[in-house]
Antibody, heavy 122, light 112 residues
Framework: EVQLLESGGNLVQPGGSLRLSCAAS????????MTWVRQAPGKGLDWVSA????????YYADSVRGRFAISRDNSKNTLDLQMNSLRAEDTAVYYC???????????????WGQGTLVTVSS | QSVLTQPPSVSGAPGQRVTISCTGS?????????VHWYQQLPGTAPKVLIY???NRPSGVPDRFSGSKSGTSASLAITGLQAEDEADYYC????????????FGGGTKLTVL
């Protein structure tokens, strides 16, 4: 059974930093790209970042590029998101999700964790 | 403002059929990119309902179906049930964005 368990969410002041983690189990972690998607309170889904299975390729939304860094440790089956220079608009539940590729190049988010809440406020 | 436009809300009575639209443009759905649909029950994480425009993952009831035409896609739910009350999101890709991945703004389905 695939399980994704996020942790690290907390209350942080504007300009501060936070590191989120996602512990994965139930699948061959290194074989799959992973992604972070966030959801501000009462709002829709917002893609944040993604990383390839080997970790060599990373991708970011314009809103977080230069402030957030995605990484993974395939020996520990963990995905991380280092968030710096946090802003009030970064307040959201952050979900990690497993990426599933189909039919050559199409992909979707097959499994999601339960999310972890990040609140940026003074 | 989301790149993919969905109605904020739809409703239907138990047993009825409802559809949720997802309207894009020539740089996303109209460019041939696939559309996926996610269901988010209250207080839970999203779950994939439809991938690749019209494919259902194992375990998703055949009451849910998806289609795509031109610059739009639709999710249809037949035989509406109370447990279908949730938020629904479409997702695709956009060639005009550096990050490519785009979500619709979401549609709240209310079962009357």
């Amino acid at each position: 059974e695939v399980q994704l368990l996020e942790s690290g969410g907390n209350l942080v002041q504007p300009g501060g930093s936070l590191r989120l983690s996602c512990a994965a189990s139930g699948f061959t972690f290194s074989s799959y790209a992973m992604t972070w998607v966030r959801q501000a309170p009462g709002k829709g889904l917002d893609w944040v970042s993604a990383i390839s299975g080997g970790g060599g390729s990373t991708y970011y939304a314009d809103s977080v590029r230069g402030r957030f860094a995605i990484s993974r440790d395939n020996s520990k089956n963990t995905l991380d998101l280092q968030m710096n220079s946090l802003r009030a608009e970064d307040t959201a539940v952050y979900y990690c999700a497993k990426v599933y590729y189909y039919a050559g190049s199409g992909y979707y988010y097959e499994y999601w964790g339960q999310g972890t809440l990040v609140t940026v406020s003074s | 403002q989301s790149v993919l436009t969905q109605p904020p809300s739809v409703s239907g009575a138990p047993g009825q059929r409802v559809t949720i639209s997802c309207t894009g443009s020539s740089s996303n759905i109209g460019a041939g990119y696939d559309v996926h649909w996610y269901q988010q029950l209250p207080g839970t994480a999203p779950k994939v309902l439809i991938y690749g425009n019209s494919n259902r993952p194992s375990g998703v009831p055949d009451r849910f179906s998806g289609s795509k035409s031109g610059t739009s896609a639709s999710l249809a739910i037949t035989g509406l049930q109370a447990e279908d009350e949730a938020d629904y999101y479409c997702q695709s890709y956009d060639s005009s964005l550096s990050a490519h991945v785009v979500f619709g703004g979401g549609t709240k389905l209310t079962v009357l």
